[in-house]
């Protein structure tokens, strides 16, 4: 049996959900409370070292990173594909997915959120400044780059990692109430892609540990 463990909220963890249900595989979710710090427990720190979350793990092996947790997942279950079939396009998925999850995520992660405020005093205010500014610089400039490669989706008419990590980048845009009405392109492919069952499956607000 599969096992992921997830947060509801995690943009890293809901990537994965995504794709599990794109690609139709079953699996056991371990629920791993962010906020009360259940990452750091002794029993998931020998699991994950990191304390990051997710942790993956089919037959017994443990993987870690989203990313590559996906491209597992592509090489071991091809089907239905998640990468295009040109090499000049799966550079290009793997690029707008890699700004996603290198260059907008890691500056509005908890972890950094919670330094700004515990070791430099930000107040919240300041906090969502900081947010604000960082997700909307990745996101216009993401915006000017796929209107330009733009179909149904960010790369013509399949979903691939792109759509994968662009969906929890946006949930996140809006739950830290963003103005997004710059990025029409990046929203258009947001609200067809939300319009798919393996996405509202994966959804943070149907998951059993939405609280």
């Known amino acids: 049996m599969r096992h992921l463990y997830t947060y509801f909220r995690s943009s890293a963890a809901y990537r994965i959900r995504i794709a599990l249900q794109l690609k139709g595989l079953q ?7 962010l906020l009360q ?13 990191q304390g990051a979350i997710p942790a993956f793990v089919e037959h017994g092996e443990v993987l ?12 071991v279950h091809p089907v239905p594909p998640l990468l295009p079939k040109s090499h000049l396009e799966r ?3 793997r690029s707008y997915a890699f700004q996603v999850v290198s260059d907008i995520h890691p500056l509005q992660n908890r972890r950094v959120l919670k330094y700004l405020g515990d070791q430099l005093g930000l107040r919240e205010e300041e906090r969502q400044t900081w947010i604000h500014n960082w997700i909307h610089r ?6 000017t780059r796929v209107a330009q490669t733009a179909g149904t989706y960010m790369i013509g008419r399949n979903i691939t990692f792109a759509e994968i990590c662009l969906v929890p980048q946006i ?3 809006l739950r830290f109430e963003l103005d997004t009405s710059a990025y029409p392109t ?3 492919i ?21 609280r």
Do not use: H, V, W
């Open 27 to 33: 699996y056991e979710p371990e629920f791993i409370n």
């Open 37 to 49: 710090d259940e990452n750091f427990s002794d029993s998931y720190l020998a699991l994950n070292p």
């Open 64 to 75: 870690t990173q989203s990313m590559a947790i996906l491209e597992y997942l592509e090489e």
């Open 91 to 93: 550079a290009m998925a």
């Open 138 to 143: 990745g996101l216009k400039s993401l915006e």
């Open 171 to 173: 949930y996140s845009a």
């Open 186 to 188: 990046l929203m258009a």
């Open 190 to 210: 947001y609200t067809r892609c939300m319009n798919l069952e393996a996405f509202q499956r994966a959804a943070p607000q149907n998951q059993p540990d939405c």
